[in-house]
């Protein structure tokens, strides 16, 4: 017979393997210490000017920073295909802006900024309607006050390298390459790649992780916010954004607790699949390793 401490212990343990292991990433950004950043920063994200206030930049999820800055944020450093190393390490003291380039899409940071934005005015409803944080009655608002003010952002980013093995020595590899990532790209819902691990291996704790978004807030059917394909690589990021659910016919709650130790702990999953399929009249194999890393951000 089976007791209830016993069904406890089982769930916790499928829990511990579908929660993947947090990340300690060896750099992480000091939010203590916002002097060391101006108010006002100019980026030069691949040709576009972006300007970002220093309370937006510190405020953006963790693995988007850590993309953003694999290095650390250098001010004001220059772009690496139009000077030197010695005029690199130089700088106008007297510029008072001093642009700073970062090898990123800027579509993808547009898309964060925009959904930010509704963020604050999803938040800024619920303050007028006098609710309550939806972390106010969780036992963590005792050792966490800042979350009572805080819109909860579940942050979800699939990193996806491909790989293109053809069957013919003498085939366009190059055009192959390119034709194979918008083949990828065009692939764009969001869990249909897991749901086929899934069925190939049967793992619970993979459909447990689907269950556990889907309740906090995504749906089963929904695309990448954004998706595109890296220039001059063979890998494409997507990135998808949704609001935390604690609301509606269904116990939300246990859910949005439970992801509550993504805060500032993003966590990583990564699998392989591939498949044969015919590109530019070719049958190739293609294998793909797709990276997810699931966080939870707070506005």
Known sequence: MTTTNDQTNEQHDVD??????????????????????????????????VKLDRDTLVSLPESLLIAMFPNGLVLGRSDPNTVDSEEEEHVDSEDEVLTTYVDFDSSCLEYVLQFYQYALETRDEHELQNEGSIFSSSPAAQYYPSLLDKQPIIVLREELEYYCVVSKSKANLSSIKLASGDYLKVQNKVFAALQKNIARENNVAEQHLIDMLCD?????????GHREVEPNRTCIISMSLVLLQTSGP????????????????????????????????????LWARRTWTLELALI
């Not at 906090?216 to 990448?224: L, M, S, Y």
């Open 216 to 224: 906090a807030g995504f749906t089963r059917q929904d695309v990448w």
């Open 16 to 49: 511990e393997q579908l929660i993947y292991s947090a990340q300690q990433y060896e750099e992480e950004y000091d939010n203590t210490t916002p002097d060391a950043i101006p108010q006002i920063l100019e980026l030069d994200l691949r040709g576009v000017r």
């Open 250 to 285: 269904d116990n939300h709650m246990a859910t949005a607790q439970k992801l509550l130790l993504f805060w500032r702990k993003p966590a990583r999953k990564c699998w392989w699949d591939g498949n044969t399929v015919d590109i530019n009249g070719e049958s190739i194999r």
